[in-house]
T-cell receptor
Framework: TQLLEQSPQFLSIQEGENLTVYCNSS?????LQWYRQEPGEGPVLLVT?????EVKKLKRLTFQFGDARKDSSLHITAAQPGDTGLYLC??????????FGGGTRLMVKP | KAGVTQTPRYLIKTRGQQVTLSCSPI?????VSWYQQTPGQGLQFLFE???????NKGNFPGRFSGRQFSNSRSEMNVSTLELGDSALYLC?????????????FGPGTRLTVL
């Protein structure tokens, strides 16, 4: 079973601070995705990274895929209250099944 | 374009009962996947259907089953409910469900088993 471990599990910060969320595995994934989920809603896809070492930016969010395609990180610059939510990483395995990490619950206080 | 819809949104059942949840994918999407989300186990893959055929199955007991209709709508059924089946059940649709294909999630059905 391929597992994805996210850290930290919980993060509470003040508006304007920077933060990084990590997603680690001992297995190689063909691609990895990051989602954000808000209460009462399903996860919404933020980004897909495919190539080892790839870096993608989405406004204040920067996503990185590890060189060995076993880990990824999400960095948020100058966090805002609207960034509050559950951040999930998910990896596709060879069987084209998505395995999700446990999630990082982020709260940004104004 | 309408998003993924799931019905009902909330459901309360008692142990031993069975339940059927429904998912209507985005128009034109042929792949539907089901996930179970709990505080302890997180989001876990249940199964995936494409063109009425189950293509992938997660590690869940046989009490969990599903099907897909010719219009791509999908249902999942849980028989002989247990307390541990209390969870948010999410459905996601995509065009083809290939690697990296964008999945669009519905709001989920929150099932409570008493």
């Amino acid at each position: 079973t391929q597992l994805l471990e996210q850290s930290p599990q919980f993060l509470s910060i003040q508006e304007g601070e920077n933060l990084t969320v990590y997603c680690n595995s001992s297995s190689v994934f063909s691609s990895l995705q990051w989602y954000r989920q808000e209460p009462g809603e399903g996860p919404v896809l933020l980004v897909t990274v495919v190539t080892g070492g790839e870096v993608k930016k989405l406004k204040r969010l920067t996503f990185q895929f590890g060189d060995a395609r076993k880990d990824s990180s999400l960095h948020i610059t100058a966090a805002q209250p609207g960034d509050t939510g559950l951040y999930l990483c998910a990896g596709f395995n060879a069987g084209n099944m998505l395995t999700f990490g446990g999630g990082t619950r982020l709260m940004v206080k104004p | 374009k309408a998003g993924v819809t799931q019905t009902p949104r909330y459901l309360i059942k008692t142990r031993g009962q069975q339940v059927t949840l429904s998912c209507s994918p985005i128009s034109g999407h042929r792949s539907v996947s089901w996930y179970q989300q709990t505080p302890g186990q997180g989001l876990q893959f249940l199964f995936e259907y494409f063109s009425e055929t189950q293509r992938n199955k997660g590690n869940f007991p046989g009490r969990f089953s599903g099907r897909q209709f010719s219009n791509s709508r999908s249902e999942m059924n849980v028989s002989t409910l247990e307390l541990g089946d209390s969870a948010l059940y999410l459905c996601a649709s995509s065009l083809k469900r290939e690697i990296g294909d964008t999945q669009y999630f519905g709001p989920g059905t929150r099932l409570t088993v008493l």
